[in-house]
């Protein structure tokens, strides 16, 4: 009896026949390769010390300037030392957006009583502007909010939350830059958007959905800063109108993904991408997003040649530039790949955006994948009782998977979770090295390397890149087609 019939008869005698589809290249059973994936992250990850490092050498990750510059490079570098031989850089031109000056006043229409508010530009916003008009509240931004008001919108400036105020049941937010989209569409010349996380705390991000310059400024104020606005209109007999003066800077540069190439051994033109994105903004260093989720990506790298890991399939660890910006790095990957006719070669994509101590997986909508997944989750929970295997089935947008899915290829997520104080963070001045947690971030890598492996090794996969009207369906049934219409991405006729 061979060793792969051998690791077949152990599995079965497990109780896991939904798992004959995996099988550990060298013969071993899944659930030993497993454990020394366990041992090899729980002894000798880097994944937080080389975190710490780049952000103490390098700060910000923001794509287009000389720190994204370094962060690349850093990556690259790191990437070799793990003794990878196959590390390049895909390089693609960005329209790179910083921020330089803006001012927000408040004033009643005819008074010079003016109030100057705190506030931070939203990404590709106008290199210049300066308007004046007067303020619209329009809650939560939501389509039938716009809807609602669209009559009196144009000529405006836009007030509305970035996240949702006393959600309804099954109301689902949009982005910040499908509401931008919308105030424009409606005839808006402004849009203050307000944070809802107390504590003075101002978020940027951007307010494109195609990473291209917006025509009106947008800009973010705090909570405390929304709900004294707010007030004020309520108390003034005369509108309120807001003035907005703003500078920044936007000019072509070339930014590089980083990609690290482990060749498989029996089907090397199937791929299996794991990626994050490596950018980030620049009010502070990104710790949290994305620097939890690609830095798990080069130690889940690590790992592999740690243990000389051979899977059958071929493995890219790609960290992504210009996510933030508009997934502007896995668009060009797209592209590429699509242009080489190789996207069919990709078999799956696994996103770390802001992954944290990983408790199940995701299937992304993929019914033909659950069981494979949930038999899986359940190996990965005999190796480590602490993982829950709760297993969702879920698409969503706004990160890297993206520019993949709406290609059809099939995409794996991690259900992971941050606590609310780091979460409050997000995009703002306070995504700082202080707000990581080293062991769930271990946690990360460990059980991401064990689904990656896994993939990589399977047999079988039972699913396939979609054809473009199955693609359609999927988007439908996964309530995308609204989002992808706003942003201008959905490319079928209904």
């Given at each position: 009896m061979n060793n792969l019939s051998l690791s077949r008869l152990v599995l079965l005698s497990l109780g896991t026949a939904g798992l004959l589809s995996f099988a550990s290249f060298d013969g071993a059973p899944l659930d030993k390769t497993f454990a020394r994936i366990n041992t090899e992250v729980l002894e000798h990850s880097r994944a937080y010390e080389t975190l710490a490092d780049a952000s103490q050498k390098i700060g910000h990750r923001l794509t287009g300037s000389a720190n994204g510059a370094k962060a690349e490079t850093y990556a690259h570098d790191l990437l070799q030392s793990y003794g990878f031989k196959d590390v390049q850089y895909e390089p693609f031109e960005v329209e790179a957006w910083s921020r330089d000056t803006v001012t927000l006043s408040v004033v009643p229409n005819r008074s010079d009583n003016f109030r100057e508010i705190k506030v931070v530009s939203?990404?590709?916003?106008?290199?210049?502007?300066k308007i004046e008009g007067e303020i619209i509240d329009v809650g939560n931004g939501l389509e039938g909010d716009f809807a609602e008001l669209k009559d009196q919108i144009k000529g405006k400036v836009v007030l509305v939350n970035i996240g949702l105020a006393a959600p309804t049941k099954g109301a689902r937010n949009l982005h910040r830059s499908?509401?931008?989209?919308?105030?424009?569409?409606?005839?808006?010349?402004?849009?203050?958007?307000?944070?809802?996380?107390?504590?003075?705390?101002?978020?940027?991000?951007?307010?494109?959905?195609?990473?291209?310059?917006?025509?009106?400024?947008?800009?973010?104020?705090?909570?405390?800063?929304?709900?004294?606005?707010?007030?004020?209109m309520a108390e003034e007999p005369s509108r309120l109108h807001a003035q907005i003066n703003m500078t920044n800077k936007s000019q072509k540069i070339r930014a590089r993904n980083v990609i690290a190439t482990l060749k498989g051994t029996d089907m090397p033109n199937e791929k299996i991408i794991v990626g994050g994105h490596l950018d980030s903004w620049d009010l502070a260093t990104g710790a949290i997003d994305n620097g939890i989720g690609s830095f798990a990506v080069m130690d889940i790298a690590r790992t592999f040649k740690a243990l000389k890991l051979k899977p059958k399939r071929t493995i890219q660890f790609v960290l992504f530039m210009g996510e933030e910006q508009g997934l502007l790095g896995s668009r060009a990957m797209v592209v590429n790949l699509k242009k080489k006719n190789q996207l069919d070669q990709v078999r799956y994509v696994l996103n770390l955006d802001m992954t944290n101590d990983p408790k199940g997986l995701n299937a992304f909508g993929r019914t033909d994948m659950t069981t494979m997944l949930t038999d899986l989750g359940e190996t990965m929970k005999?190796?480590?009782?602490?993982?829950?295997?709760?297993?969702?089935?879920?698409?969503?947008?706004?990160?890297?998977?993206?520019?993949?899915?709406?290609?059809?290829?099939?995409v794996v997520g991690m259900n992971g979770h941050l606590d609310r104080n780091v979460l409050d963070c997000y995009h703002?001045?306070?995504?700082?090295?202080?707000?990581?947690?080293?062991?769930?971030?271990?946690?990360?890598?460990?059980y991401s390397t064990m689904l990656l492996y896994a993939l990589a090794n399977a047999e079988t996969i039972p699913t396939k890149r979609q054809t473009d009207s199955q693609t359609h369906d999927y988007l439908v049934a996964q309530g995308l087609r609204t989002p992808l219409q706003i942003a201008n991405e959905w490319r079928w006729k209904d």
């Open positions: 939203l990404a590709h916003s106008p290199v210049k502007a499908e509401k931008t989209a919308l105030a424009i569409q409606h005839g808006a010349i402004g849009v203050i958007m307000v944070n809802l996380v107390a504590g003075n705390v101002l978020l940027t991000g951007t307010a494109s959905v195609t990473g291209k310059l917006i025509p009106i400024p947008s800009v973010c104020i705090s909570l405390e800063s929304g709900q004294a606005l707010r007030s004020w005999r190796t480590d009782p602490a993982f829950a295997n709760q297993l969702s089935n879920q698409a969503g947008l706004h990160s890297d998977h993206q520019p993949f899915m709406l290609e059809g290829v099939p703002a001045d306070c995504d700082k090295l202080n707000l990581v947690n080293a062991d769930q971030l271990k946690n990360t890598v460990r």
